[in-house]
């Protein structure tokens, strides 16, 4: 089992620019998150979902979308990126509300 | 909002030593949860403890809950170089689908 994956695991973006940051799990969980982590804030819930075909607001969704399409695969948008949105992107997928299994993490810098 | 607060922020402690950490909470929950992050590294998920219950132990891990107190406590006994690490609290509330984290603990184990 792979677990949590995500891709890229690094990307420079220019203000304006649009990506997509893909988070797949193979552990048929139901739950999925969207977190950012910025140095002394901890971990804030950007999305989430409780199953394919549903997403949720967090703390922080300003400016990011996801989609939920399949049960495996939670996809998190910046439509627009802005200097803000540099960070530390997690992913996370749990099979109920226990116990959360984290990614590695996109490194995302907007200059 | 970030509900887990964990005190103190920063912890170092020889090889060997014992190394506690604290958290603090606002509202009811379900369960609280312990999860270490090593340096540029995803989460890992440690320990849970329900709302009924006030200690638990995995391996070097000791974990309390106080309700009354809102104030859960981690022990990491006989510390290794290994466990350096940011480590965060989390809490599960009855009724929603998402954890709160806190800033997070670093803890430096010297050899």
């Known amino acids: 089992n792979a677990g949590v994956t995500q891709t890229p695991k690094f990307r420079v973006l220019k203000t304006g620019q649009s990506m997509t940051l893909l988070c797949a799990q193979d552990?048929?969980?139901?739950?999925m998150y969207w977190y950012r982590q910025d140095p002394g804030m901890g971990l804030r819930l950007i999305h989430y979902?409780?199953?394919?075909?549903?997403?949720a607001k967090g703390e922080v969704p300003d400016g990011y979308n996801v989609s939920r399409l399949k049960k495996q695969n939670f996809l998190l948008g910046l439509e627009s990126a802005a200097p803000s949105q540099t960070s530390v992107y997690f992913c996370?997928?749990?099979?109920?509300?226990?116990?959360?299994?984290f990614g590695p993490g996109t490194r995302l810098t907007v200059t | 909002s970030q509900q887990g607060e964990e005190d103190p922020q920063a912890l170092s402690i020889q090889e060997g030593e014992n190394a506690t950490m604290n958290c603090s909470y606002k509202?009811?929950?379900?369960?609280l949860q312990w999860y270490r992050q090593n340096s540029g590294r995803g989460l890992v998920h440690l320990i849970l403890?329900?709302?009924?219950?006030r200690e638990k132990h995995s391996g070097r891990l000791r974990v309390t809950l106080d309700t009354s107190k809102k104030s859960s406590s981690l022990l990491i006994t006989a510390s290794r170089a290994a466990d350096t690490a940011s480590y965060f609290c989390?809490?599960?509330?009855?009724?929603?689908?998402?954890?709160?984290f806190g800033k997070g603990n670093q803890v430096v184990v010297i050899p």
């Open positions: 403890i329900r709302s009924n219950e």
């Open positions: 979902s409780v199953g394919e075909g549903t997403t």
């Open positions: 552990m048929n969980h139901e739950y």
């Open positions: 509202t009811s929950i379900n369960n």
């Open positions: 996370a997928s749990s099979r109920d509300r226990s116990e959360q299994y």
């Open positions: 989390a809490t599960s509330s009855y009724g929603n689908n998402r954890l709160a």
